[in-house]
């Protein structure tokens, strides 16, 4: 199924005034990221982007000001027949009579917003690569490890809100509870966040829901983590190897985004919320070009 939000969405999440097509403004947005239309301006559209936010700055207004009244009407009615969703002028720009005249007459809402177009440009690709990204909602906890984003998985009952309990009580933070959500915002690039209802709560067993937020303070709490660890919690196997120097790498994949797996078997005394922080922080050193089994198979070998 297609995601989409609409003009209207836009124009609440970013204060915008309506110039034209205030009727119009439940038409849909499907494609991340916008369009400035330059090289259309100038009669060439082979490669115009027409399904995406129109943002005009003032680069594009002041050319259209340039224009005699006769082009100006035909640059800009080569544009509106395309209908995008809707076009965005940015810094407040005045003198739109010609656009809102176009814009009514074909149904388009054109939008005007006080943002430099740069900043806005950034605001916009951000929510909407956000808004209309893949997704899908899994049974686990996400918490933040010292700026590191884990997922951890598991069966009901072994011990998962526990574990991000301890985290939270280290300066941790917790993402999402139980119901958690992931978003494929690029081929390389998963979100983790919760649906909403569950935002701040963690539930523990025998002592039922809390609010991180009023227990902890802000601090323990964030409302999206970029996702780079899978650890799945598992009852011990007697049988199972536990000491090699490095375990195979492993990966699972969510939406045909790779991410490294790791499986920490549970047994009484362990301190499952300080494997989770050597995991985080072994992931760490590891981006930073450093692996602890190189470094120690280096020294043995130079004795």
């Known amino acids: 199924m297609t995601k989409s939000v609409t003009v209207q969405d836009l124009v609440k999440r970013f204060s915008l005034e309506v110039l034209a097509g205030e009727k119009e403004l439940h038409r849909t947005i499907e494609k991340p990221k916008t369009h400035r239309p330059g090289l259309e301006f100038v009669g060439y559209f082979d490669f115009f982007q027409q399904a995406r936010v129109q943002v005009l700055g003032s680069k594009e207004i002041t050319y259209l000001h340039t224009l005699s009244e006769e082009e100006r009407n035909e640059r800009i009615g080569n544009i509106v027949k395309y209908h995008p969703p809707c076009f965005v002028v940015t810094r407040n720009q005045e003198g739109l009579k010609y656009l809102m005249k176009y814009c009514e007459e074909e ?39 010292s700026g590191i984003g884990i997922l951890l998985r598991g069966k009901s009952g072994v011990g998962k809100s526990e574990t991000a309990h301890t985290l939270i009580r280290r300066g941790h933070r917790l993402v999402a ?13 998963l979100i983790g966040t ?38 799945e919690l598992t009852q011990w196997k007697d049988d199972a190897l536990n000491n090699d120097l490095e375990l195979e790498s492993t990966f699972t994949d969510y939406m045909d985004v790779r991410i490294p797996h790791i499986e920490i078997q549970l047994q009484p005394g362990r301190d499952v919320a300080g494997l989770v922080e050597a995991a985080a922080n072994n992931w760490y050193l590891r981006q930073q070009g450093y692996s602890a089994v190189e470094d120690f198979m280096k020294r043995l070998e130079e004795h």
């Open 107 to 145: 149904g388009i809402p054109l939008l005007r917003t006080h943002e430099a177009t740069p900043k806005f440009l950034e605001l916009v690709d951000g929510y909407l690569t956000k808004a209309l990204a893949q997704e899908i909602t899994i049974h686990g906890v996400i918490v933040n490890v």
């Open 177 to 189: 509870d139980d119901i958690v959500v992931l978003k494929k915002i690029s081929p390389e690039t």
């Open 194 to 231: 919760h649906n909403g209802k569950s935002k701040e709560f963690l539930a523990l067993r025998s002592i039922g829901l809390i609010n991180v937020s009023r227990l902890y303070g802000r601090r323990a709490f964030q409302d999206e983590t970029r996702i780079v660890l899978d650890i």
